[in-house]
Protein backbone atom coordinates (compact mmCIF):
# COMPACT_ATOMS: atom_id res chain seq x y z
CA UNK A 1 0.00 0.00 0.00
CA UNK A 2 1.16 3.47 -1.13
CA UNK A 3 1.82 5.12 2.50
CA UNK A 4 0.85 8.65 0.56
CA UNK A 5 -2.61 7.52 -1.08
CA UNK A 6 -4.12 4.42 0.38
CA UNK A 7 -6.17 4.01 -2.31
CA UNK A 8 -3.39 2.83 -4.29
CA UNK A 9 -0.95 -0.16 -4.40
CA UNK A 10 2.50 -0.88 -5.83
CA UNK A 11 4.48 -4.07 -6.76
CA UNK A 12 8.21 -4.52 -7.37
CA UNK A 13 8.37 -7.52 -9.77
CA UNK A 14 11.78 -8.03 -11.08
CA UNK A 15 13.38 -4.90 -9.80
CA UNK A 16 10.59 -2.08 -11.81
CA UNK A 17 7.27 -1.17 -10.78
CA UNK A 18 4.63 -3.08 -11.93
CA UNK A 19 0.66 -2.48 -10.67
CA UNK A 20 -1.43 0.18 -9.52
CA UNK A 21 -4.62 -0.50 -8.16
CA UNK A 22 -7.30 2.74 -7.23
CA UNK A 23 -10.58 1.58 -6.07
CA UNK A 24 -12.13 -0.32 -8.96
CA UNK A 25 -10.15 1.12 -11.85
CA UNK A 26 -6.72 -0.78 -12.15
CA UNK A 27 -3.29 0.27 -14.56
CA UNK A 28 -0.87 -2.77 -14.97
CA UNK A 29 2.31 -2.05 -16.21
CA UNK A 30 5.30 -3.56 -16.61
CA UNK A 31 8.44 -3.39 -18.92
CA UNK A 32 7.89 -7.15 -19.66
CA UNK A 33 4.68 -7.86 -21.37
CA UNK A 34 4.84 -11.10 -19.64
CA UNK A 35 4.97 -9.61 -16.06
CA UNK A 36 1.71 -8.31 -17.31
CA UNK A 37 -0.08 -11.04 -18.75
CA UNK A 38 0.66 -12.78 -15.42
CA UNK A 39 -0.83 -10.14 -13.66
CA UNK A 40 -3.92 -9.97 -16.17
CA UNK A 41 -4.64 -13.56 -15.52
CA UNK A 42 -4.89 -13.68 -11.81
CA UNK A 43 -7.25 -11.02 -11.87
CA UNK A 44 -9.48 -12.57 -14.30
CA UNK A 45 -9.52 -15.56 -12.44
CA UNK A 46 -9.91 -13.96 -9.21
CA UNK A 47 -12.44 -11.33 -10.72
CA UNK A 48 -14.05 -12.52 -13.73
CA UNK A 49 -14.08 -10.76 -16.94
CA UNK A 50 -11.95 -7.45 -17.57
CA UNK A 51 -11.84 -4.84 -19.20
CA UNK A 52 -8.36 -4.66 -20.57
CA UNK A 53 -6.63 -2.18 -22.94
CA UNK A 54 -3.34 -2.08 -24.45
CA UNK A 55 -1.30 0.69 -26.12
CA UNK A 56 -1.44 3.93 -26.58
CA UNK A 57 -5.03 4.98 -25.32
CA UNK A 58 -6.80 4.47 -22.73
CA UNK A 59 -9.34 5.39 -20.07
CA UNK A 60 -8.34 5.43 -16.76
CA UNK A 61 -10.48 7.10 -13.72
CA UNK A 62 -13.11 9.17 -16.42
CA UNK A 63 -9.52 10.57 -18.45
CA UNK A 64 -8.76 9.82 -21.64
CA UNK A 65 -4.90 9.18 -22.03
CA UNK A 66 -3.15 8.87 -25.30
CA UNK A 67 0.45 7.99 -24.39
CA UNK A 68 2.35 10.13 -27.32
CA UNK A 69 5.81 10.25 -28.20
CA UNK A 70 8.99 11.17 -26.37
CA UNK A 71 7.12 10.00 -22.83
CA UNK A 72 4.22 12.75 -23.37
CA UNK A 73 0.68 12.12 -22.30
CA UNK A 74 -2.17 13.71 -23.78
CA UNK A 75 -5.27 13.77 -20.73
CA UNK A 76 -8.49 14.74 -21.83
CA UNK A 77 -12.02 14.65 -19.97
CA UNK A 78 -14.36 16.20 -22.75
CA UNK A 79 -17.04 12.98 -22.21
CA UNK A 80 -16.79 13.40 -17.95
CA UNK A 81 -16.92 17.38 -18.37
CA UNK A 82 -20.27 16.92 -20.80
CA UNK A 83 -21.50 14.45 -18.17
CA UNK A 84 -21.49 17.25 -15.32
CA UNK A 85 -22.89 19.86 -17.82
CA UNK A 86 -25.72 17.59 -19.08
CA UNK A 87 -26.24 16.52 -15.24
CA UNK A 88 -26.77 20.60 -14.47
CA UNK A 89 -30.22 20.00 -16.13
CA UNK A 90 -29.67 23.97 -17.30
CA UNK A 91 -28.83 25.83 -20.96
CA UNK A 92 -25.63 26.71 -20.75
CA UNK A 93 -25.65 28.70 -24.33
CA UNK A 94 -27.14 31.66 -22.37
CA UNK A 95 -25.23 34.19 -21.68
CA UNK A 96 -25.39 36.06 -18.18
CA UNK A 97 -26.82 39.23 -17.65
Same mark, same amino acid.
Given at each position: @???????????? @?? /?????????? =???????????? =?? @??? @?? /? =????????????????????????????VEILMEEQCQEAVDAFGEDL?????
Amino acid at each position: @INPYDRCVANKM @IN /SSQCIVFYVD =DNNVSHVDPAVN =DQ @ILQ @IM /S =DHFGDLTITRGKKHTFLGMDLLFTEGRKVEILMEEQCQEAVDAFGEDLSTPVP
